[in-house]
């Protein structure tokens, strides 16, 4: 089991974006589980308006993405949302993460899990605090 950053989930939508690296993990997560903070499903279904309006994305594509996803072994912690206003908080101040990257960093730390992310912010965030990336 790993968590999941919307960075690393992306790139399995957009084929410019896609890398055997983000290839790889999604077939990782075919073996195993994911587990992501509340804040994800609103980054990946804000993301994915966002490249219909920009028409990047037909509206089509994105329901067909989020059937994929629906379909992989990704738990959403409920428990994260009662963290945002302390811990996570916190954490963002500490690192100058958004509270978003922050909730993804905290779920790591709480669990002992490693995190799969692009953000480079978030990236070196998790290297200064010990926690383990999956790459």
Request: with cysteine; charged share 20%.
């Amino acid at each position: 089991m790993f968590i999941l950053d919307a960075s690393a989930t992306l790139p399995w939508c957009f084929s410019d974006e896609a890398t055997a690296d983000s290839e790889a993990l999604l077939a990782r997560l075919r073996g195993t589980k994911a587990l992501v903070p509340p804040i994800w499903p609103l980054e990946i279904a804000n993301t994915l308006i966002v490249a219909e309006r920009r028409g990047r994305l037909t509206q089509a594509k994105a329901t067909h993405f989020l059937g994929v996803l629906r379909a992989l072994p990704i738990m959403v912690d409920d428990g994260g949302a009662a963290r945002a206003w302390e811990f996570v908080l916190q954490l963002a101040r500490e690192t100058g993460l958004s509270v978003h990257d922050a909730s993804y960093l905290d779920l790591a730390m709480l669990r002992g899990l490693p995190l799969a992310a692009l953000d480079a912010r978030l990236i070196a965030a998790a290297a200064r605090l010990g926690v383990a990336l999956l790459r």
